[in-house]
C-alpha cells in the first residue's frame, strides 16, 4: 500500500522560504514521475511542479523561478524548495505520481500559510 507523507509546512512572511518533503513508501519509488500539487481554500487542486524517474523537470507558470522541485531516490523523498513565497502560495500542498501513474489515495497534505 502506497503512502505518502508531508511536512515541513508552516507560516512564513512574503518573501520567506520553505522546504517540503514528501516520504513515500509502499513502491518502487525511483519508477515514478513526481509532482507536488497545491489546494487553495475554495479552489481545485493544482500540480504545480513535476520531475521524472531522471531528474527533468516542469513548473507551473505561477511558480517558476521561485519554487524547485528535486528528488532523493535513495530515501524514497521528494523536496519542494519555495523561495520568495507570496500570499497566493497560501494553501494545502500533496505530493502525488503525476498523469497516470497518480496513486489514488493522498497524504495529509501540509499547510503553507504566507502572510504578514
Known amino acids: 500500500q502506497v503512502q505518502l507523507v508531508e511536512s515541513g509546512g508552516g507560516l512564513v512572511q512574503p518573501g520567506g522560504s520553505l522546504r517540503l518533503s514528501c516520504a513515500a513508501s509502499g513502491l518502487i519509488f525511483s519508477l515514478y514521475p513526481m509532482g507536488w500539487y497545491r489546494q487553495a481554500p475554495g479552489k481545485q487542486r493544482e500540480l504545480v511542479a513535476t520531475i521524472t524517474s531522471d531528474g527533468i523537470t516542469t513548473y507551473a507558470d505561477s511558480v517558476k523561478g521561485r519554487f524547485t522541485i528535486s528528488r532523493d531516490n535513495a530515501n524514497n523523498t521528494v523536496y519542494l524548495q519555495m523561495n520568495s513565497l507570496k500570499p497566493e502560495d497560501t494553501a494545502v500542498y500533496y505530493c502525488?505520481?503525476?498523469?497516470?501513474?497518480?496513486?489514488?489515495?493522498w497524504g495529509q497534505g501540509t499547510q503553507v500559510t504566507v502572510s504578514s
Open positions: 502525488n505520481a503525476v498523469g497516470a501513474f497518480k496513486f489514488a489515495s
